[in-house]
Structures are given as structure tokens and as C-alpha cells.
């Protein structure tokens, strides 16, 4: 269950410049997620729920606001240590998978562990429990181009969360799968929520995908619509 | 060990196009290897001329002989122990393209001014009783086939004429820097042909070598030697060895400054080839890099991949390079006969080669790794899809 917020948001803004003009894409945004929670960002193209997922991740940073992970404010981070905290803090699943094409399944799950200065053996382990997790163990010796779309992204679900991380960010994660392979990613996705308590924060244009989250938040021209609870509500 | 594996399959995954970058390199520092020795083959000489030896001439120019009897003066001078003559023959054996220097010496004092020549004592003995006799360099007798007691004719430019000679000896360099292309015969056999052909060009030299007791007295001596023989008909120019060497050099200074420039030329045109190769490599992986970057790797991670695979690449092309820079140069060798007395690849030239395979691979990394490095991540995957 939900507990404590997590990630809280205070009066948000983010813009980018195009073409010499301000284009505003979150205004005066405030909320928080709460610990636990499986969270379904939705919204037309260009309302900004993945630049809000951008900089919950910390891989972008706000115009003004506050954003306050795990009591971190993150927007304050010089480059550099926002990168180790994401290393830290951050399970990254991204539509396209996007793994490494030169490292098979094993590497690939591997790679954010070489931030942490496990030894070899440790690394060993843990990327076993993880691909063991996502039901690839047979297949970690592949490459990315030898697994289908559904098992590239359950590599990529494994390494989300081989560093065990405090938030998991998935960015239309089924974006690219079909129906069966999509159920799939989104049945892992529920389990790593339910079964391991992790913070799921997930934008998607798919309807079915956001009724498997706790509360699905709809954002319009970068401000929030609506909240719902698919799952109440079911 | 997992970044090294990183590296090397990057490196690896256009295996065409690294291929063809590798053969880029390879050649390119091959044929750096190639110009830089032709390069110091052009100084081998001055760079192995003996500190203790001296080279008189007439101050005027080389061309212009010195008279016999100033040997027995510059004998007397305080810090020299021996004094020898020498006139250059400038013959021409069978045709003009078979080039060799060729010396009128008196052997009796100039062979034991050059201890690095090496002669079984037998032949030096035939040598010495013999006025036909001459001696020739290894490398010569190889090109030539010259064995002892062959007959060598050659026919006279400066010193008209058809000269016989019998090879009486061959000597060996003291060790592979010693020039062993050279032919030297008696300079009396010379002298008494030209007391009854052309007697005022007899008891005349070319040059008097100057042995010193030790190479510090090389200043003293040379002033010595030349106010002696200061306001005579024949002034004096007294020199080291390596001056009088380098005095040669720079006669043909505008060649070896082409083949130094077109050696670098050739570094700079492959550095440009590996710049633009490893700038579409980066191109093509702005989004793994933003991948990178958004699981925590730092821009000096990035960096040390991009170098890395740059400088994997360069290596390996410099490495085969390197490899074949020694057979092609004794291909090159043997082509060029007795042009240069000495041609080989020195470690000093290796050493140059890794040096410009380093900076390749370096400057080839700069722009595609200071790229990465300043990628926002949010640019870097939007390059998906």
C-alpha cells in the first residue's frame, strides 16, 4: 500500500526554446507520489508527462519549483551529483529498450553495477537473481538483436532494478510491444510494485496500461487535469 | 576488464568500416616509418661521425686541393695524434647509375684513423703491399659481388682515364651505423699516374683527416690548424667530421625538408580520415551515450570509452604498420643499393610512429568525446526510433 510521499512537487514550471521562442510545457505543477505507489502519467502528446518524468528521473532540470525525492531536492544537484544519484535512486525503462547492442542480456543488466564497485562475484549474483526475476535466465547470453521486443524489454526491466533503486521510471514502456508481450512488461511491472514496494512512475498513451497502476494523473497543456484510481473505480 | 570489453566491441561493430580505418592507419604509418628513415638516413653520417677526427679542406671550397706537404705541419700540432689524406675518386664502374664513393687514401694512416672499419689482417697486409689494391665496403661487395681478387675497372671523371684496381680487401663496419658502401685504393697509385699524365695536379689532396687525442681539443686544433695556414695560397677550412658531414646535408636541405613535411602531411591526412570516422561513431551513438549518461556513467566514463576505442583503433593500424615498417625498409634497402650507407628503421622512428598513432587516436576522440560528454540526456534520446 501507498505510504509516506516520496517524491513531492512544488510549483513546478519547465519551458524549452524553439526557434528563438519560449515554448511553457509544465506550469505551476504540485503534487506528490507516495511511497508505493504505481503511478500512470497520461496525457496528449506535447503535455508534458515526459518532461515531468525527465525531471522526476533527474536526467532534466526545472525552470523554478521544487522537486523533493526521498527528502533529496534534487533541482539543486550539480551535474555530476545527479548522476550518482540516479545511479543510485533511479530505475530507467525507456520505450526502445535502449540497451546496449555490443552486450548480451548479461552485460547489459550488469552495466549500472559498475557504478557501485561491487566485485565481480556480487555482480555475478545479482544480475542472476534479476534476470531470474524477469524469466531470462536461458537467455542471458544474447544480444539485444537475438531477443524479441517483449524479452529486450524485460532486460531492460532487470536492469531498472539490479541497483535496487528508490523509484522506477518507465517512459511508454509498452510502446513498442504487442498486446501478449505488453501484458507481460506490465504484469513485471505490477509485481516489482507489489511484491518488492517499488515506487512505480510510469507515462503511457495506452489506456490498459494505465488501469494496471494504483492512480493514474492526467496532464493537459502542463497542468494537471484529473487524478483517477483505475483500480477503485473497477 | 568489462570496459576494455566495452571498447573492443565497439570498436568491432562496423567491422568494414574500423577495417578500412585500420588499413588507413596502417599505411599511413608505414609510410611515416618509411620518410622519417629516409630522413635520417640523410644524416646518418653527420649523426655517426667520430668526435675525435677533424676534417681539413681548402677554405675556399671542397673542389679546390690542399698541398701534400701541410700533412707533416698539422702533424705537429699540440692534441693530434695522427694525419692522413684523402682525394674523392668520383669514378664511374660499368655505368652512371652504379654509384659509389669511391677514395684515394693513404692507407697506411687512414685506416687506423677509422678503428669502426674492420679488416682480417691478412687482407690489410695484401692491401698495403699491393698499389693496384683497394678495399671494399660489405654492403658494396654484396651489391656488386665484388669477392677478393676480383678486378674492378672503373673509369675516371675527375681523374680521366681507365683505373684498375684488385680487390685486396673487405671490410666490415663496427657495428650496423657504419657506412660499409665505400671503395678505397692507394692514393700513391693515384699520385704517381698523375705525375706522368697530369703533373700539376699531382702531390695535391682533397681532404687531410685530423686524428685528436681527445674530442675537446676539436676547437684548439681547428683554429691551430688554420691560423697556420692563414694568408698561404691555400687557406684552410678545419671542421668536425659531423660539420663537415652536415656541410653535404645541407646542400639537398630542401629535399629532406619535402620529405619531412609530406611525413607529416601524411599524419595529419589520416588524423582527419579517424576524426571523421570517429565522429559519425558518436553520431550514430548519441542515444546509447544519453543511455549511459541517464544510468549514472559521468562524462569522463564517456570520454575514456570514445579515447579508448579511438586509440584501440589507431594502435592496431599503427602496430601492423610498425610490423611491416622493417621488411619494407630492407625491400627499400636493397632497391636503393649504395645511395645511403645506412638505412634502417631506428627505434627513435618507432618511437615516432607510436607517438603519431597516440596523437591520432587522441585528436580523432577530442570532438566526438567532448560531444558525449557535454550531452544532454534528453537530446541524446530523442535520437531513438
Known amino acids: ?234 | 576488464m568489462y570496459y576494455l570489453k566495452l571498447v573492443l566491441r565497439n570498436a568491432l561493430r562496423h567491422k568494414l568500416r574500423t577495417g578500412l580505418t585500420v588499413l588507413g592507419i596502417f599505411v599511413a604509418i608505414l609510410a611515416f616509418g618509411l620518410l622519417r628513415t629516409v630522413v635520417e638516413s640523410w644524416f646518418a653520417g653527420a649523426e655517426n661521425a667520430s668526435t675525435t677526427r677533424l676534417v681539413t679542406r681548402n677554405a675556399i671550397s671542397l673542389v679546390f686541393p690542399l698541398p701534400i706537404t701541410y700533412g707533416e705541419r698539422i702533424r705537429r700540432v699540440e692534441g693530434v695524434i695522427g694525419v692522413s689524406h684523402a682525394n674523392w675518386f668520383g669514378g664511374v664502374y660499368v655505368s652512371e647509375k652504379n654509384f659509389f664513393p669511391q677514395f684515394a687514401v693513404d692507407a697506411a694512416t687512414y685506416l687506423p684513423l677509422y678503428p669502426e672499419y674492420r679488416i682480417p689482417p691478412e687482407q690489410m697486409k695484401a692491401f698495403l703491399l699491393d698499389r693496384k689494391g683497394c678495399v671494399v665496403g660489405r654492403k658494396l661487395a654484396l651489391q656488386y659481388g665484388f669477392k677478393v681478387g676480383d678486378l674492378v675497372p672503373l673509369r675516371g671523371t675527375i681523374f680521366p682515364g681507365t683505373w684498375q684496381f684488385v680487390v685486396k680487401a673487405i671490410y666490415d663496419g663496427a657495428d650496423a651505423k657504419t657506412d660499409t658502401s665505400q671503395f678505397f685504393f692507394h692514393w700513391d697509385y693515384l699520385n704517381e699516374t698523375l705525375k706522368k699524365t697530369v703533373p700539376r695536379r699531382a702531390n695535391s689532396v682533397g681532404v687531410y683527416i685530423v686524428g685528436l687525442d681527445q674530442a675537446s681539443h676539436a676547437p684548439s686544433v681547428s683554429a691551430a690548424v688554420d691560423q697556420m695556414f692563414r694568408n698561404s695560397l691555400a687557406e684552410t677550412l678545419t671542421e668536425t667530421e659531423k660539420a663537415f658531414q652536415l656541410g653535404f646535408v645541407a646542400m639537398t636541405e630542401a629535399i629532406v625538408v619535402a620529405i619531412q613535411i609530406v611525413s607529416f602531411l601524411v599524419i595529419f591526412i589520416i588524423m582527419a580520415v579517424m576524426a571523421n570516422t570517429m565522429a559519425m561513431t558518436a553520431r550514430e551513438r548519441l542515444a546509447e551515450y544519453a543511455t549511459m549518461k541517464a544510468l549514472g556513467f559521468g562524462p569522463g566514463r564517456l570520454m575514456t570509452l570514445i579515447f579508448g576505442e579511438s586509440l584501440a583503433i589507431a594502435l592496431a593500424g599503427a602496430a601492423a604498420g610498425i610490423c611491416a615498417t622493417y621488411p619494407v625498409a630492407d625491400w627499400f634497402a636493397a632497391k636503393l643499393g649504395t645511395l645511403f650507407p645506412v638505412f634502417g628503421v631506428s627505434p627513435h622512428t618507432v618511437i615516432m610512429q607510436v607517438g603519431a598513432a597516440l596523437l591520432v587516436g587522441m585528436v580523432a576522440a577530442l570532438f566526438p568525446g567532448v560531444r558525449a560528454a557535454r550531452l544532454r540526456i534528453v537530446d541524446g534520446l530523442r535520437n531513438i526510433g
Open chain 1, 1 to 234: 500500500m501507498p505510504g509516506a510521499p516520496i517524491v513531492q512537487i512544488r510549483h513546478l514550471f519547465k519551458s524549452y526554446r524553439r526557434g528563438g521562442q519560449v515554448v511553457p510545457v509544465l506550469h505551476d505543477l504540485s503534487f506528490d507520489i507516495a511511497q508505493g505507489e504505481f503511478l500512470a502519467l497520461m496525457g496528449p502528446s506535447g503535455s508534458g508527462k515526459s518532461t515531468l518524468l525527465n525531471l522526476i528521473a533527474g536526467i532534466d532540470k526545472p525552470d523554478s519549483g521544487e522537486l523533493r525525492i526521498d527528502e533529496e531536492e534534487i533541482s539543486r544537484l550539480s551535474e555530476s551529483e545527479l548522476a550518482d544519484w540516479r545511479s543510485a535512486n533511479i530505475g530507467f525503462i525507456f520505450q526502445f529498450y535502449n540497451l546496449m547492442p555490443v552486450l548480451n542480456a548479461f552485460e547489459n543488466v550488469e552495466l549500472p553495477l559498475l557504478l557501485t564497485g561491487l566485485g565481480k562475484r556480487d555482480r555475478r549474483e545479482r544480475v542472476e537473481l534479476a534476470l531470474e526475476m524477469v524469466s531470462l535466465t536461458d537467455r542471458a547470453a544474447h544480444y539485444p538483436s537475438e531477443l524479441s521486443g517483449g524479452q529486450q524489454q524485460r532486460v531492460a526491466i532487470a536492469r531498472a532494478i539490479i541497483t535496487d533503486p528508490l523509484l522506477i521510471v518507465a517512459d511508454e514502456p509498452t510502446g513498442d510491444l504487442d498486446r501478449v508481450s505488453a501484458g507481460d512488461i506490465l504484469g513485471l511491472l505490477e509485481r516489482l510494485n507489489s511484491e518488492m514496494g517499488k515506487t512505480v512512475v510510469m507515462v503511457t498513451h495506452d489506456q490498459r496500461a494505465a488501469e494496471r497502476a494504483h492512480l493514474v494523473k492526467q496532464l493537459e497543456k502542463g497542468e494537471l487535469a484529473q487524478s483517477t484510481m483505475p483500480r477503485a473505480t473497477a
